[in-house]
Structure formats: structure tokens, C-alpha cells
């Protein structure tokens, strides 16, 4: 296999991946390098990486041709987007990469901007009969309690509230006047580690439970290879016509109904999870960028495995600079 170097754009710090990266690539003989490129100097990653470097902000002008610039220098033959900001510009520039033979693991910019967007995609599920919770109007002066209050567009669970009564509602209301509000699902909360090659199609599917959350972060999951919840999975993909890594976030509630809230197109933050259990996804693109269709695991993953994550830190010297770059 050809040396393929990816670059990890904003991976600020998710160590663990670049780790099950360098597993992978191990495994497989995999003679490419892991790059991480990030604009915060304090960013973990950049210590993990086999070599690192920092960017402007996506904001600044300047950011798309530090970025192009490395792409050159490094010989990169992917991107990986670890955040939706990095999703965003990647697909906003996308001609720009995939000119130069950069490939990106993003979907359309249509995509991107829909998933981006709580409220079209509430909108885009129900028109295409896939159960999602239902879009309540702000308006309404008599909904049904309780509800599900969350912003129209962000990442990582930050500012979501259960609107429990008209109190409750009028606080969220003054408050944070911009927040979606849905009706409250009832049930156990899923993320559904998602893998789709450059066409399209179908690869694998993992869903895990989150048994523990911390800001929107699953601290604590539990592997469960429910072949109907893989089937969800796969239907939400084709209708949004996702690629490469994605995280689909869902309740199942008493009934068996399962209702994606979320989809992010990007690794989920408990993907350590499922690639320990088996789901390969990095050998799956790394089979792929070498021409190879990527296939499942021959080995099914084995439902009720319980993974328990935990915080570790690297110390940055003043004297090795700002950041201490490799």
C-alpha cells in the first residue's frame, strides 16, 4: 500500500483517534503520516501527532492558503474534518482541494449545510418519512409538555434544556429566543458510528448507547449491533447522501421507534468505542484511498461491550515555544 498522509484539520483533542489511527495504520503497513493542524497552541493533538503545525482561524483570510500550503508541502492525500467549523470550510473550499488532488471526507455542500441546520433537517426527516422529533413553533401559546429546547445550529450539547411547563417555556423564550424547540422523546439515547465510501455506498454501522454524558460528550457507552437500528442508520445515510466518517444521534424510545435528533458529519467522540470493538473505519479509508473498496469487519462487532473514557494531559514548555510543534 502507497503512503497516504492525512491531515486531522481542528482536532483539538481527540487523541484517541489519532491513536487508533496509528493502530490501524500499524496493522495494515500503512507507510503515511498523521498530521494535525489546529489554530488553538494548547491543543493536545498537536503533541500526539507524527508532526504539527498551526493555522489561522477558518475566519481569517489567510487560513485557506495556510492550509492549501501545507496540503502541498506534506503530500496530503485526505483531510479529515474533526469539527463542524472544519466541516464548513472544507466544503465551502472544496474545489480548491480536490483540484490540487486533495481528497475530503465531506459530503455535499447542500449536505453540510442542511445538517448543519436543526430545524431543515427536522423539516427534511419528516418529508422523507424518517421519525424524528416533531418541530413545535415558537409561537404556539398551548404546546403539549414536555418539550426539548436546543440551538438551531451548534455541536457538543451545550445549552439544551427540558422544557418541563409554561414557566419553564417563557424562561427559554425570553432567554434564548433563537433555541429550536421539539417535542421530548422519552427513551435511551444512541449515537450510530456511520461509514460511507467516496460514492456513497454503505459500509458500516455501529450503535452505541450512551449510558454517560458529559456536555454533550458520551463519557460512558455500551456497543449494541441492533440490526434495526443499523437499518435506520443506512436509510437516514441514502436520504442525506452522506460520505465517509459520520455520528447519527438518536432516541429509541419504550416502542421500538427510534428518532434521529442529530447528524454529524464527522467521527463522533465515542468512535474509540467501536474501532477497539472491531469497526476498523480508519483501515476502512485507508483501504479506500488506496484504491481498494473498503469492506465491513469479518468479524461481527459483539453487542454489550461497555466502554468507560477518561482524560489524560500533555504539560507544554514554554521553551519548546508556543506550542512545542513536532
Known sequence: MSDSNLLFLAPNWRVSLLAAFSESRLQIGVKGSLLAADSDPHSP???????????????EAQCLSAVTNLCASEKVRAILPVTNKAVEFLSEHRSVFE?????LYVPSQETVALCHDKERLGHFLQSKGIATPELIDGADADPVFPLFAKRRVGEGGEETFVVRDAEDLRYIRSKFPEHLLQGFIEGREFSIDWFGDREGRPVFAAPRERLR??????????LEMDEGLIAKAHATAKALDLRGPCCLQGILDEAGEFYITDVNLRFGSGIQHTIVAGGDIPGMMYEELAGKRPEPPKKPLKTGTVMSRFSTGFMFDPEDGASGLK
Open 99 to 103: 483540484d490540487a488532488g486533495v481528497h
Open 213 to 222: 454524558v458529559r456536555a454533550g460528550e458520551a463519557r460512558v457507552t455500551r
Open 45 to 59: 493533538v498537536l503533541k500526539a501527532a507524527d508532526r504539527s503545525f498551526l493555522l489561522p482561524l477558518f475566519s
